[in-house]
């Protein structure tokens, strides 16, 4: 039986910095993780947009350490707070995973020149659709979770976890057909509200039939 003056541990700590001031005193900062990874993500964009990182083609580059150390060090401290504390298995192994696929290969990999028929480029265009799909569906998990949640409290957590990850998913796949039609060069408003259309005719039929069975 636990005691009840026994204080459980926080889901989220902050990152301490110790220094020695004047005096031998300890001087303690406390750097919040969602700071920390804001900081990070600013980083990350700035060295994504001004700066050529194909420029040096080495793999241990400066620059190309730089940008993949500060990518996962934001993607560490998005994600894994957020999977401490509404209890998503996975989420930092798919947040991680999923940014720095998208990102390396906006960083690293020369853009497509033509469109995703022509074969030469279809490597490239795989790579974005999933590195799309991966980094979008982490990204969305937390909120569709909070919300079914909060909307649907008929549900038991493992259905509802099931739910949001199912969600998620045609979320991230959204997205990357998104990508897709513009790749063949069909992307236009018909086609985007047939996407939209389709995949809430899908999710319909899906509640349906789970209402149903």
Same mark, same amino acid.
């Given at each position: 039986m636990q005691h009840p003056k026994e204080a459980q541990e926080p889901a989220e700590k902050d990152t301490v910095f110790t220094q020695t001031g004047p005096q031998g005193r300890r001087l303690v900062f406390r750097?919040?993780?969602?700071?920390?990874?804001?900081?990070?993500?600013?980083?990350?964009?700035?060295?994504?947009?001004?700066?050529?990182?194909?420029?040096?083609?080495?793999?241990?580059?400066?620059?190309?350490?730089?940008f993949l150390v500060l990518l996962l060090l934001a993607g560490l401290l998005t994600f894994?707070?957020?999977?401490?504390?509404?209890?998503?298995?996975?989420? *930092?192994w798919e947040g991680v995973g999923g940014t720095t696929l998208l990102l390396y290969?906006?960083?690293?990999?020369?853009?497509?020149?033509?469109?995703?028929?022509?074969?030469?480029?279809l490597p490239v265009y795989l790579l974005l659709?999933?590195?799309?799909?991966?980094?979008?569906?982490?990204?969305?998990?937390?909120? *569709?979770?909070?919300?079914?949640?909060?909307?649907v409290p008929s549900q038991t957590a493992r259905m509802i976890l099931k739910l949001a990850r199912r969600q998620a998913s045609e979320l991230g796949l959204l997205v990357a057909l998104i990508a897709g039609l513009a790749g063949l060069r069909a992307l236009n408003w018909g086609s985007f509200s047939g996407l939209i259309l389709t995949l809430f005719l899908a999710e319909f039929i899906l509640q349906k039939r789970i209402k149903t069975g």
């Open positions: 750097l919040p993780p969602s700071l920390g990874a804001g900081l990070c993500w600013i980083a990350v964009l700035t060295l994504l947009l001004t700066t050529d990182l194909r420029a040096d083609p080495r793999f241990l580059a400066p620059q190309r350490l730089m894994k707070p957020l999977q401490q504390r509404l209890g998503l298995p996975g989420l *930092v290969t906006l960083a690293f990999v020369p853009p497509p020149t033509a469109s995703l028929l022509f074969l030469p480029d659709f999933c590195g799309l799909f991966w980094a979008t569906t982490a990204s969305a998990l937390p909120f *569709v979770y909070v919300f079914n949640k909060r909307y």
